[in-house]
């Protein structure tokens, strides 16, 4: 295992694996990418949710740090009725930060209610108020941006109306795209500048690439590493030579950034900055989140055995592994693994193992998620670097309940066998 690559330990954690594997999805967190409509998964919930009963004559519902307010009004609802706001685990893909899930749901409200984020600096960092939007995900799993919207920008609020709940956020229409949040010491990854803006037609949230001419400059602010590619919308980042983790900051200076769909705006002329952050790690690494939990390996080792990929990592009382039933690079989606390019996947949440797949109480099925194991580069025996990402969704079946944890994560790994 890396950091302790014993052949005897590795040899019984793959047969641990094989006993028991079983993975699946979550957001592309890093962005849905120029020109690709947005969709994630429904992130897990975290905190303890606020809840108010409101009735005819309307009333209001604040989270502790009053982050978000939600206004009903009078003759909205015809009986009492709880609400409650609760907050969901972070999609850099859409939101500067924070998400929340406002209940009941499938309410139908005969009056539209208002919801307002009281927005902090945070939430600007590295960019302009102007460029902040309400957001909200629907049921297909799709986003969209809400013009109809005020902003005040002295008293650093974001206002807006809707007749429905779901899950709610604010989000940034210029943004840096990475294909993931953490890059190893010499890694090189492409960044791209892109745009978030709705699709005229259906309102979905999409990406589209910031123009050549509209890029003023790129840099590293702080944190080390270098950046190739001039004014041109895609750049490479060369992360630092490092043995520690540590963070890089990233910014790009884009101009004229006309917003074709809400011309009210301010921004059409002036310069916009927009800067991302990187997790620098080691040259070998496996981080990976469920249910909003981070992790990062700390004995973590991947080996092929008669064709098949085994991978596992371990970090204090959390652990991950998968297994896919093939070396070559590409995406290996959850499955059976006798069918081509199939993968399971196992992982711990709050002390309990969460499967890829499980079987039905009534009918013996088995079911399998959503979710893949991608192999981006597969070194040779004995040292070959073996580097990719999962995502997807894992079950725990209890009693024929069936609950559900998202997952998603990356690594870095010199192959052993």
């Given amino acids: 295992m890396t950091k302790s690559k014993s052949p005897i330990k590795f040899l019984y954690l793959a047969g641990w694996l094989i006993l028991i594997i079983s993975c699946k999805k979550n957001d592309t ?43 009903v009004p009078a003759g909205a609802v015809d009986a009492d009725t709880e609400f409650s706001i609760q907050e969901v685990q972070p999609n850099s893909a859409v939101a500067t930060g924070r998400l929340f899930r406002i209940l009941p749901e499938n309410i139908t409200l005969k009056k539209p209610v208002e919801i307002t984020f009281k927005y902090t600096d945070a939430d600007v960092a590295g960019t302009d108020a ?34 429905h709940f779901s899950d709610w956020g604010i ?37 589209s690439d910031v123009k050549r001419d509209q890029i003023v400059g790129w840099k590293v602010v702080a944190g080390g590493g270098t950046i190739s590619g001039g004014k041109n919308t895609t750049v490479k980042y060369k992360a630092p030579d490092t043995d520690k983790k540590s963070e890089a900051l990233i910014e790009v200076t884009v101009k004229n950034v006309v917003k074709r769909s809400d011309p009210k705006r301010p921004g059409n002329g002036g310069l916009v900055i927009v800067r991302r952050k990187l997790t620098i790690m080691p040259e070998e690494y ?30 204090g009382n959390e652990a991950i592994s998968f297994h896919t039933n093939g070396t070559v690079l590409g995406k290996y989606s959850f499955g059976k693994l006798t069918d081509p390019k199939k993968a399971t996947c196992t992982g711990t949440y709050q002390f309990k193992t969460y499967e890829s797949d499980y079987t039905e109480c009534e009918t013996f099925e088995k079911v399998y998620g959503e979710g893949a194991i991608v192999f981006e580069t597969f070194g040779e025996s004995g040292g070959g670097m073996v580097q990719g990402s999962f995502e997807g969704t894992l079950y725990k079946l209890e009693n024929c309940d069936v609950s559900a944890r998202s997952m998603y994560g990356s690594f870095r790994i010199r192959r052993t066998y």
């Fill in 29 to 71: 967190h890093t962005g849905a990418g120029p020109s690709v409509p947005l969709k994630t998964m429904p992130g897990q919930l975290i905190g303890v949710a606020t809840k108010t009963r409101i009735g005819v004559n309307g009333g209001s519902i604040s989270i502790p740090d009053q982050y978000i307010t939600v206004q």
């Fill in 130 to 163: 102007a460029l902040l939007y309400p957001c909200f995900q629907g049921n297909d799993g799709l986003w969209h941006k809400v013009l109809d919207c005020t902003l005040d920008p002295v008293g650093k609020t974001l206002k807006v109306s809707t007749t």
């Fill in 171 to 207: 989000l940034r229409e210029v943004s840096i795209h990475a294909p993931k949040e953490e890059v190893g010491s010499n890694e090189e990854i492409d960044l791209t500048a892109f745009i978030l803006d709705e699709d005229v037609a259906t309102g979905i949230l999409i990406g």
């Fill in 286 to 315: 496996v981080v990976w989140t469920i249910g909003g939990q981070k992790s990062t390996g700390i004995f973590f080792s991947i080996g092929v055995f008669n064709g098949h990929a085994i991978m596992t990592a371990t970090a």
